[in-house]
Nanobody, 120 residues
Framework: VQLQASGGGLVQTGGSLRLSCTASRRVSSRSIMGWYRQAPGEQRELVATITTDDNTNYADSVKGRFTISRDNAENTVVLQMSSLRPEDTAVYYC???????????????WGQGTLVTVSS
């Protein structure tokens, strides 16, 4: 499975951006799709995830500002970001985990990163 991310760019503080990530094929199994980010000199961190049945999880730093959603028919996950801050500047990566009956057989895939820059 290949993941294609898009939507990054430059925005001013307080602005909004929408990131989208599409999988190359439909995933019929239970899965988790999500977004992670990595700022310069920092480790990659979770931003938000969403399961096949729309259970969501957010990093505390983005709660109330970011919204994750998915369209299973279109194999797409979207991250709507608002009230952006300079500290949100990072390369954002989408991730897909196809869940197996046993976690050791889970398969994970990463998309290429998309840069989000928030100017102060």
């Amino acid at each position: 499975v290949q993941l294609q991310a898009s939507g990054g760019g430059l925005v001013q503080t307080g602005g909004s951006l929408r990131l989208s990530c599409t999988a190359s094929r439909r995933v019929s199994s239970r899965s988790i799709m999500g977004w992670y980010r990595q700022a310069p000199g920092e480790q990659r961190e979770l931003v938000a995830t969403i399961t096949t049945d729309d259970n969501t999880n957010y990093a505390d730093s983005v709660k109330g500002r970011f919204t994750i959603s998915r369209d299973n028919a279109e194999n797409t996950v979207v991250l709507q970001m608002s009230s952006l801050r300079p500290e949100d500047t990072a390369v954002y990566y989408c991730k897909l985990v196809i869940l197996a009956l046993s976690p050791k057989y889970d398969r994970e895939y990463w998309g290429q990163g998309t840069l989000v820059t928030v100017s102060s």
